[in-house]
Each structure stands twice: as structure tokens, then as C-alpha cells.
């Protein structure tokens, strides 16, 4: 199956074209593509004094929420032949599932919504749902990134925020996703005093100073001190795992010598 999904997706890439702004499961694109035009982002309006307000964007169970009329809506817009839709339609009709609980399993049922969890198709699947659902909000990169459902929007002023981050929030509902209000968090770099917070639809979205983007720990005040620090300790752990091995080895080739 996972061969077939494989064909499959290879085929679905040669026909559909994805924004620039998605980093995820792209060619020649990666996690460190996107971590770093943040990071330059932010450096430059550290460096000019101006700030710079991003909103990580958390989606609740991402793939388990998409609609498949919307997928199939999404695949058709996108360019896929008609017989491509049919063939990914085939492979979630046949989709079934059981609960192991504390009693033991449930009987099998048929699962309605959201994408399959672990085929290999899955990710560009929610790839071309996203990069549809997303056409009339996004901005040109780095001011909309995303990384597959990890989405940061940036803008210049806490107002404008404000009105970017709640037409994303209505185009992704209104199309059946759903943005968590307790897991989506802002942050405003190079804050002036007073510069307050952003709120979504009346509630006050978490304020923080340093978020870990695609595990990478960016700063409200443009630097990068803590993901240094958090490097080299990574790579001093690595050489303890490993110092006690080598220094055994060394030892026995001496004696060997001798």
C-alpha cells in the first residue's frame, strides 16, 4: 500500500503547484529554510528598531479534522484529474478502524473525516488542502509561513495582527479546521512599552518572550543566545555518551603496544 501511495503522490506532485509559503514536505525545502528567514525577519526589525509582531498559529488535530469533501474539493481546484480524486477517494472508503480501550476493542467502524495518520501520501494531501484554504489570507513568505499545520503569520503593528490573525481564524473554521486558543501564541519583537497584546474574537492570545519554532527557540528580542547555548549542550552530552568508549578503546590499543 505504501508503494501504491508512493506512485500516487509522485504523480499528484507533477500536476499541483504549492506556495512558496509552505516549507513542509517540499523539495528542496526543510525545517532550517524556515527557521532561518524567521530569524532574519526578526533580526532586521531588531536591528532597525521596529516591531515586529508574529502569531504561532496552532491547529487542533490538524489531520484528523479535514473534511473529505473538502480534500476532494481542494484536490479538484488544485488541477488533480478527475481519476486521481477517484483513486485517493477509493483508498478512504475502504478506511476502518477500532478503539483498544480498558474492556478491550471496540467492533470496527468506518472513519468520515480527516486524513489517515502514517501513509506516506498523507502529508502533500494536507499540503494541497492547506495551500487552498490559505489562498485569499496568506502573505508573501516570511510575513505567512507554514510548515505543514505549523503556521506563523507576521505583521508590522498589534492592529493589523489582530485583523490578519481573525480572517485566518474564520477562512480555516468556515472550511472545517479549527484554531486552538489555548496552544496559539504571540509574539511581539523589539516591544515598545505599553505595546499591549492581540486578541482573537475577545480573548487575549498567550503572550510569550521565546517559542520554540520547529524546534527551534526563537526570541522575542531577536537573538539567538539560548538556541546557542542549547546546541552546545547537546553536543557536549553526545561526547560524554561516547568519551567512555573511546577513552576504553584508546587504553586497550596502549596496552596492546606495550
Known sequence: MKLWERVVEARLRKVVEICEQQYGFMPRKSTTDAIFALRILMEK??????????????????????????????????????????????????????????????????????????????????????????????????????????IVICSESREQMEENLERWRFVLERRGMKVSRSKTEYMCVNEREGSGTVRLQGEEVKKVQEFKYLGSTVQSNGECGKEVKKRVQAGWNGWRKVSGVLQRESRGRCTGQC
Open 45 to 150: 526589525y531588531r536591528d532597525g528598531q521596529r516591531e515586529l509582531h508574529c502569531v504561532f498559529v496552532d491547529l487542533e488535530k490538524a489531520y484528523d479534522r479535514v473534511p473529505r469533501e473538502e480534500l476532494w474539493y481542494c484536490m479538484r481546484k488544485s488541477g488533480v484529474a478527475e481519476k486521481y480524486v477517484r483513486v485517493v477517494q477509493d483508498m478512504y472508503e475502504r478506511s476502518r478502524t477500532e478503539v483498544r480501550c480498558a474492556v478491550g476493542q471496540t467492533e470496527e467502524f468506518k472513519v468520515e473525516v480527516g486524513l489517515h495518520q502514517g501513509p506516506a501520501l498523507s502529508p502533500f494531501l494536507f499540503a494541497i488542502v492547506m495551500d487552498q484554504l490559505s489562498e485569499e489570507v496568506r502573505q508573501e513568505s516570511p510575513w505567512t509561513m507554514m510548515f505543514a499545520d505549523d
